[in-house]
Each structure stands twice: as structure tokens, then as C-alpha cells.
């Protein structure tokens, strides 16, 4: 059972523009929400992360939204730079209980210069 | 480069085998995590241990087992090898649980032939 769950595999954006990734939870219980990017043949990399006590947090190009009535969350990336191709991994955890992450099957961003 | 080691980098072995996984931790990081990537999937959370204890378990078969050392690395051991362990192995380690930041190694790929 897939409790987060990223529907478009892949996503492509010309360079200079908005790049929006999104992602959808079903676990009411998810209160703290991440985002990873993950080039190949390495690692996942933490980008931004937000708690459920907030509906937006910002990092530079990067800002995260969280939608808790709609279970949703979105990443925005503006301006989109050719670097930013990569897999965007959507995550949560529940703070109370088992301390482990759900992700989402990711999403192949590819920014066209 | 997150700081978290893992070896090797890739495995190849016939049905049947045992492996063992390795991963060493940042520097004062506690827990460690470990996660699967199947083909097309998400990771997908195994296990995690803290400061030498197991503290949650995820989709971990019976076949697999870890353990976290006086030295806080962590073995992951898989045994009777089947076709759908093919995967890359991810290690992963926080300062203690998940809302802390969890930094990623570079991955073990495990292939069964």
C-alpha cells in the first residue's frame, strides 16, 4: 500500500521557468513532510523539508506547499536551471511512532536549456 | 559527498547466496536507516537501528537481517537470494529519528542472477 504517492513519473520544463512536483499522502498521521533529489548513481540528497505546522517554507529557489486537508504537497522550483535534472523524491513521517520514512516513487524532472 | 559510506558498491551473486551490506554513519550521527529501491519503485523503508538497538521495522523479510556495532556501522544481511532482491541497497543516517535530516550513502547495487 503506496501511502505516498507521486502520479507523474516524469516531468519537463524549460529552463528559466517554474518547475512544480507534486505529491499526495493518505496517512493522516503524517505530520512532517521532505524532499529529495537523487542524480544517478548516487544517494539521495535532503532538499527541503516541511513540518505540518506550517503551509509553506522556503529555501532559495525552492519552496515546499502543504495542503493538509487535501493531503497534498507540491514543490516549487523557480527560476528551473538544467543542474535541477534529476529524481524529485517525495517523503513524510509520523513524528510519533515508528521514526521511519514513506516515500513516493519519484519524479524524473529534465529542465531544457 | 553526505559523509555516509557504504560498501561495496556493487554485488553480484546467484540465488541461494548470502551477502552482507555495509554502511558507516556520519560522525556523531545515531541511527542508521536502511531502504530498498526496486526497479521503478520508491525506497522503501527495511529497517532502522539506534545507537545499537533496533528501533523500527519496516517491509524487512525473514530472510534479512541487520545489526548496528559498538562503532554505530551498520551490516545488512541478506540470505537465501532470490531473483526479486535485485535492488539498490540505501543506507542512511540522523542524529537520532526521523525529523532529523536523514543523509543518504551512494548505494549498494545487489544483483541476483
Known amino acids: 500500500d503506496q501511502q505516498v504517492k507521486q502520479n507523474s513519473p516524469s516531468l519537463s520544463v524549460q529552463e528559466g521557468r517554474i518547475s512544480i512536483l507534486n505529491c499526495d499522502y493518505t496517512n493522516s498521521m503524517f505530520d512532517y513532510f521532505l524532499w529529495y533529489k537523487k542524480y544517478p548513481a548516487e544517494g539521495p540528497t535532503f532538499l527541503i523539508s516541511i513540518s505540518s505546522i506550517k503551509d509553506k517554507n522556503e529555501d532559495g529557489r525552492f519552496t515546499v506547499f502543504l495542503n493538509k486537508s487535501a493531503k497534498h504537497l507540491s514543490l516549487h522550483i523557480v527560476p528551473s536551471q538544467p543542474g535541477d535534472s534529476a529524481v524529485y523524491f517525495c517523503a513524510a513521517s509520523a513524528q510519533t511512532g515508528a521514526n521511519n520514512l514513506f516515500f513516493g516513487t519519484g519524479t524524473r524532472l529534465t529542465v531544457i536549456p | 559527498d553526505s559523509g555516509v559510506t557504504q560498501t561495496p558498491k556493487h554485488l553480484i551473486t546467484a540465488t541461494g547466496q548470502r551477502v552482507t551490506l555495509r554502511c558507516s554513519p556520519r560522525s556523531g550521527d545515531l541511527s542508521v536507516y536502511w531502504y530498498q529501491q526496486s526497479l521503478d519503485q520508491g525506497l522503501q523503508f527495511l529497517i532502522q537501528?539506534?545507537?545499537?538497538?533496533?528501533?523500527a521495522k519496516g517491509n524487512i523479510l525473514e530472510r534479512f537481517s541487520a545489526q548496528q556495532f559498538p562503532d554505530l556501522h551498520s551490516e545488512l544481511n541478506l540470505s537465501s537470494l532470490e531473483l526479486g532482491d535485485s535492488a539498490l541497497y540505501f543506507c542512511?543516517?540522523?542524529?537520532?529519528?526521523?525529523?532529523?535530516?536523514?543523509?543518504f550513502g551512494p548505494g549498494t547495487r545487489l544483483t541476483v542472477l
Open positions: 537501528y539506534y545507537n545499537g538497538e533496533e528501533r
Open positions: 542512511a543516517s540522523s542524529v537520532v529519528g526521523a525529523t532529523d535530516t536523514q543523509y
